[in-house]
C-alpha cells in the first residue's frame, strides 16, 4: 500500500535559518497528489500546499515545495524561519486509491 | 460555512465502556474521513465514505470499531469495549474529492480511563 515517510520526528531552528523538512513516499500509482498540512497547538490541520505536477515548485505563505517523482519526493522549504511557524508539519498523500495517507508528522520547533 | 463540526469535543469512558463519536461534515462534501491522531502513531487513517458509502475501512480496528454514515450531513463513529489504548483525539474530515483540500474538525479527545 501507499506510504509517506517523514524522517525527522523534530527539527529545531534559530529563526532566520532556512527550513527543511523531508518527506518521501511510496506508491504504485503513477499520478499522486501530494500535500503539505500544518496543525499548530490547539489547532487542528489545514492544507499548507499541494502539487502533482512533477518537477513545478509549488509555493504558500513563504513555503515552498517540489514534487520529484524521480526520487518519489516532496520536501518543504522556507528560506527564513519565523517563530509563527513553530508547528506540526504533516506531508500527506492521495494515490488514487481512496485514502489520503499521512506521515507521522514533523514537529518544528523555532527559537529566536 | 461553519466547517467540520464534531461533537463531542471531550469524552471519558471507562474501560470497556462503549463511545460515539459525531461528525457533521461540510455541506457539498462527498468525502468523508476518520482519523485517529496520538503523539506516537501520528495521523492514523481510520475510515473513508463517498457520498455517504462505504469505501475503505482498512484502519479499522475491526472487532470493536464502526462507522457509520447514514445521510449526507453525519457520520458516526463507534467503539465498543473501549480500552485505554483507544485514548486519543479523533479527527473527522471531508473534503470535494480526496485529492483536493481535506477541511478537519476540531476532533473529539476521548480518554478511556
Known amino acids: 500500500g501507499d506510504s509517506v515517510t517523514q524522517t525527522e520526528g523534530l527539527v529545531t531552528l534559530t529563526e532566520g535559518l532556512p527550513v527543511m523538512l523531508n518527506c518521501t513516499y511510496q506508491t504504485i500509482y503513477s499520478n499522486p497528489f501530494l500535500f503539505w498540512y500544518v496543525q499548530h497547538l490547539n489547532e487542528s490541520p489545514r492544507l499548507l500546499l499541494k502539487s502533482f505536477t512533477d518537477n513545478k515548485r509549488t509555493e504558500h505563505q513563504g513555503f515552498h515545495a517540489t514534487l520529484h517523482k524521480s526520487s518519489s519526493s516532496f520536501h518543504l522549504q522556507k528560506s527564513s524561519a519565523q517563530l509563527s511557524d513553530s508547528a506540526l508539519y504533516y506531508c500527506a498523500l492521495y494515490s488514487g486509491y481512496n485514502k489520503l495517507t499521512f506521515g507521522k508528522g514533523t514537529v518544528l520547533l523555532v527559537s529566536p | 460555512n461553519a466547517g467540520v463540526i464534531q461533537t463531542p469535543r471531550h469524552k471519558v469512558t471507562g474501560k470497556g465502556q462503549e463511545a460515539t463519536l459525531w461528525c457533521e461534515p461540510i455541506?457539498?462534501?462527498?468525502?468523508v474521513f476518520w482519523y485517529r491522531q496520538t503523539i506516537v502513531q501520528g495521523l492514523e487513517f481510520l475510515t473513508y465514505?463517498?457520498?455517504?458509502?462505504?469505501?475503505?475501512d482498512s484502519g479499522m480496528p475491526k472487532e470493536r470499531f464502526s462507522a457509520q454514515m447514514p445521510n449526507q450531513s453525519h457520520s458516526t463513529l463507534k467503539i465498543q469495549s473501549t480500552q485505554p489504548q483507544d485514548s486519543a483525539v479523533y479527527l473527522c474530515?471531508?473534503?470535494?474529492?480526496?485529492?483536493?483540500?481535506?477541511?478537519f474538525g476540531k476532533g473529539t479527545r476521548l480518554t478511556v480511563v
Open positions: 465514505f463517498r457520498n455517504q458509502a462505504p469505501i475503505d
Open positions: 455541506s457539498g462534501h462527498s468525502a
Open positions: 474530515a471531508s473534503s470535494p474529492h480526496p485529492n483536493t483540500e481535506v477541511f
